[in-house]
């Protein structure tokens, strides 16, 4: 038994060493590899925008998605979510679902950039990764909203700041 474990370890190795791919990054999601965003050629029909990605602490990266789905010959918003990149994370929370939040004229719509706040006596600091325009079908008919996606870091004590998750807003 042990022979089999060593000999498959070796295996994993050296096909790592063959391919150029480490066996840590071996077992990322596609969302932490690909580098751009891309529409499936097979059905369901499908538009998979890379919104884009953020450090966490020195060698993790959040990598943010937002997907369309093909209705009625035009795309619309279908879900976003959160890829925690980088060992070790990936094999224990590799990708996290992020709901829409309606926030017309809240800072999330309306800030340029960067912007923080105070919750529950903490700062938060909202960090600006990027927007993508799509429809949204919640209503009878789909209507156009530009959803903002925003890295979302809480300071707990003076200089000791922790990533906390992403906000989707939808403005």
């Known amino acids: 038994m042990i022979r089999k474990l060593v000999f498959i370890a070796v295996a994993v190795v050296t ?10 990054h071996a077992a990322q999601d596609w969302r932490c590899t690909m580098t751009g965003s891309f529409s499936d050629l097979n059905p369901p029909y499908s538009t998979h925008w ?14 943010y998605w937002l997907h369309e789905k093909a209705v009625s010959g035009g795309y619309v918003f279908d879900k976003a979510d959160r890829a925690h990149c980088d060992p070790p994370s990936p094999l224990l929370f590799p990708v996290i679902g992020m709901q829409p939040q309606l926030l017309v004229g809240q800072p999330a719509c309306t800030s340029p950039g ?27 008919y789909p209507f156009p909203y530009t959803f ?3 890295h979302v870091e809480v300071q707990h004590q003076p200089g000791v700041w922790t990533w906390e998750g992403g906000l989707l807003a939808r403005c």
Do not use: C
């Open 114 to 140: 960067t912007f923080s706040e105070v919750k529950d006596g903490k700062i938060v600091t909202n960090h600006f990764v990027g927007q993508v325009r799509s429809y949204f079908s919640g209503t009878l």
């Open 148 to 150: 903002r996606v925003w």
């Open 50 to 63: 890379r919104v884009g990605s953020r450090t966490v602490g020195s060698s993790s990266r959040a990598v």
């Open 15 to 24: 096909l790592g060493m063959v391919t150029g791919v480490s066996p840590a």
